[in-house]
C-alpha cells in the first residue's frame, strides 16, 4: 500500500470550507483513496473514498488529481464538531494509518 | 443498527500481569479487526479475521497478543504478560467483507483504554 504524507495540523473558521490536502505519489492503479476521521476519544470514522473520479457525499467531497498524486476532502461548511484528526490513506488490501492532520475548527 | 461493541472501555493494569478485551461486531459483517492505536500515533493494525479464520496477523506480536474469534462472530484479543509499551487503545472494527479489492468502510467501536503501570 502506497505512502500518504499530510500536514500535521490545520486551522478553520468555523462556517468556512475545510481543504485537507494529502499526497500520494506513489499510488498504483488499484489503490483508492480513503479518508476517515477521529473525533477524541472515539473510534475512527469512514468519511469517503474514491478510485479517479471525485466523488461527493452528505459529509464531504474527494477531489483526486487527474495524476492521482494527490487529492483533497473538502468539507464545505466546517463545524465545531468536525475538529478531529483527518486521515487520508491509499488502500489496496488493508487500511494503513498515518498520523494524519489535526483539524481544529474555531468560533 | 447496532455499532461495534468493545469491553471493558477503559482498563488499568501492573506490567506483567494478563488482560483480555472483548468485541461484538455488526451483525452480519464477516471481516473484524484488531488495532492498537498508541497515544499521538494513528491506529496500527494488529490482526484480521475473515470469519473465524485469521486473514493477517504480521504485526501481531506473537509472544504476549493472542486473538480468537472461534465462531465467527465476537472475538476475544489478549495480552500476557502485559509491558509498559502495550498502554494504548485498542480498536475493534468490522466489515461486510475485506482482503483484496473490497472497497466498503470499516465501522469502528469506541476501543479499550488500556493503562501498563
Known amino acids: 500500500d502506497a505512502k500518504t504524507t499530510q500536514p500535521p495540523s490545520m486551522d478553520c473558521a468555523e462556517g468556512r470550507a475545510a481543504n485537507l490536502p494529502c499526497n500520494h505519489s506513489t499510488i498504483s492503479g488499484n489503490e483508492y483513496v480513503y479518508w476517515y476521521r477521529q473525533i477524541h476519544s472515539q473510534g475512527p470514522q469512514y468519511i469517503i473514498h474514491g478510485l479517479k473520479n471525485n466523488e461527493t457525499n452528505e459529509m464531504a467531497s474527494l477531489i483526486i488529481t487527474e495524476d492521482r498524486k494527490s487529492s483533497t476532502l473538502i468539507l464545505p461548511h466546517a463545524t465545531l464538531r468536525d475538529t478531529a484528526v483527518y486521515y487520508c490513506?491509499?488502500?489496496?488490501?488493508?487500511?494503513?494509518f498515518g498520523t494524519g492532520t489535526r483539524l481544529q475548527v474555531f468560533p | 443498527e447496532a455499532g461495534v461493541a468493545q469491553s471493558p472501555r477503559y482498563k488499568i493494569i501492573e506490567k506483567r500481569q494478563s488482560v483480555a478485551f472483548w468485541c461484538n461486531p455488526i451483525s452480519g459483517h464477516a471481516t473484524l479487526y484488531w488495532y492498537q492505536q498508541i497515544l499521538g500515533q494513528g491506529p496500527k493494525l494488529l490482526i484480521q479475521?475473515?470469519?473465524?479464520?485469521?486473514?493477517?496477523d504480521s504485526q501481531l506480536p506473537k509472544d504476549r497478543f493472542s486473538a480468537e474469534r472461534l465462531k465467527g462472530v465476537d472475538s476475544t484479543l489478549k495480552i500476557q504478560p502485559a509491558k509498559l509499551e502495550d498502554s494504548a487503545v485498542y480498536l475493534c472494527?468490522?466489515?461486510?467483507?475485506?482482503?483484496?479489492?473490497?472497497?466498503?468502510?470499516?465501522?469502528f467501536g469506541e476501543g479499550s483504554r488500556l493503562t501498563v503501570l
Open positions: 479475521f475473515q470469519n473465524n479464520g485469521v486473514v493477517d
Open positions: 472494527a468490522s466489515s461486510l467483507r475485506g482482503g483484496q479489492g473490497f472497497t466498503g468502510e470499516l465501522f
Open positions: 490513506i491509499v488502500r489496496a488490501s488493508k487500511l494503513i
